[in-house]
């Protein structure tokens, strides 16, 4: 497609429930990242992919936290057993090649909320 | 690892007024530099980006940014703002070589351009 795509763009989720949050990179785009903002405050980053390898999973802030990457495109960012501190917006972007001075383009976001 | 402090979370200015958000990052090795805005409800974008060559830096909205290396700085500034600039400017930094190779962001800079 032209830009990132993320889904679902909304969800809200008891406390305790598992949830999957899609993205679908730009066509070609090798590198694919993963962010969380928390309200009112700035971009944590979480995980990144360079194909369908993760050099770097430092951000995910627990266990609960996983995400996978297949055919060098889509990435699934899984969250087991919710908690009211997950909620947030999810961003995913994608680059050409990581680490590069190319530009990384992010997706609008899954807006989650744990109730 | 990289660092980016944000110093000003918010800034509010009148119309046509001259305004510069402060970015400074810490860094051992050479780093690309970024500026990306969040305009309400929308996703982040890019503004523009110092890679190498010239130290001053433009958008094609009237942004600029100089990258100043001696005081691991890169300021963006604008001579005069409108209220369609109202958004939330951020900060970022990736080394493309002996980094973790992921965007570092700082906080962020909710600018509001009042009438």
């Known amino acids: 497609g032209a830009g990132v795509s993320q889904s679902p763009s909304n969800k809200v989720t008891e406390k305790g429930k598992d949830v999957e949050l899609r993205c679908d990179p730009i066509?070609?785009?090798?590198?694919l990242y993963w962010y969380r903002q928390r309200l009112g405050q700035g971009l944590e980053f979480l995980i990144y992919?360079?194909?369908?390898?993760?050099?770097?999973k430092s951000g995910l802030p627990s266990d609960r936290f996983s995400a996978e990457r297949t055919g060098e495109s889509v990435s699934t960012l899984t969250i087991q057993r919710t908690q009211q501190e997950d909620s947030a917006v999810y961003l995913c972007?994608?680059?050409?090649?990581?680490?590069?001075?190319?530009?990384?383009?992010f997706g609008e976001g899954s807006w989650l909320t744990v109730v | 690892a990289q660092s980016v402090t944000q110093l000003d979370s918010q800034v509010p200015v009148f119309e046509e007024a001259p305004v510069e958000l402060r970015c400074n990052y810490s860094?051992?090795?050479?780093?690309?530099l970024f500026w990306y805005v969040q305009y309400p409800n929308q996703g982040l974008q890019l503004l523009l980006k110092?890679?190498?060559?010239?130290?001053l830096v433009k958008s094609i909205n009237g942004f600029e940014a100089e990258f100043n290396k001696s005081q691991t700085s890169f300021h963006l500034r604008k001579p005069s703002v409108h209220i369609s600039d109202t958004a939330e400017y951020f900060c970022?930094?990736?080394?493309?070589?002996?980094?973790?190779?992921?965007?570092?962001f700082g906080k962020g800079t909710k600018l509001t351009v009042n009438p």
């Open positions: 992919f360079q194909g369908n390898s993760a050099p770097d």
């Open positions: 110092y890679l190498s060559g010239s130290t």
């Open positions: 972007a994608s680059s050409l090649l990581s680490g590069s001075g190319n530009t990384i383009y």
């Open positions: 970022a930094v990736i080394a493309p070589r002996g980094g973790s190779e992921k965007l570092v």
């Open positions: 860094s051992s090795v050479s780093v690309y």
């Open positions: 066509s070609g785009h090798t590198a």
